[in-house]
């Protein structure tokens, strides 16, 4: 499979998405992601990095090694992480990107460790979701960081530091 656009079908929903995320990626040098499953995003991301670039997935799904293509396995620029995202110290990034559970108090508890990972951007997916909607916008009135969704049925957010 060497087709981003062909495997991100498979998955639907990160088809619209996928561009702004490797859009984002370029412009990061750490990127930490939560929520991998397939890897669509994973490989957006990884599509975007610079060459320098490191990306570290987190992901609960033991399963997930299996479920990646090799252009994402293979990639020395990925390291992924089987764990609880709540659970383990995240390193310094300048981009998070954040698709998994989507309830409350998990995205509110992501959105706090990616503050104080650094991160100057945030992408959550799924913000049409009443739950990321709602975090997001305690965190964004909380921290004073813009908002940006680009539209689609699942939505994506885009926050940044001021
Ligand atoms: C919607 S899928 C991610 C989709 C992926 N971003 C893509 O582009 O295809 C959600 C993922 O979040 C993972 N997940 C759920 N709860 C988690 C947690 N507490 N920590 C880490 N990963 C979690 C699930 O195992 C699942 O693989």
Known sequence: MNDLAEWARRYVDMVPHVSTLTRLAGDARS???????????????LDGLPPDGRLLSIDIDPDVPEMVPPRVRDDPRWTLLTADDRKVEWPVADLVFIDTSHEHQHTADELLAAWRAGART?????YMLPAVEDAVC???????????VEPSEWGLAVLRCP
Request: aromatic share 10%; glycine share 12%.
């Open 31 to 45: 990127v930490v992601e939560c929520g991998v499953r397939g890897g669509v995003s994973t490989w957006a991301i």
């Open 138 to 148: 305690v965190f964004v009135r909380r921290c004073g960081w813009s908002l940006e």
């Open 122 to 126: 945030i992408a959550l997916h799924d």
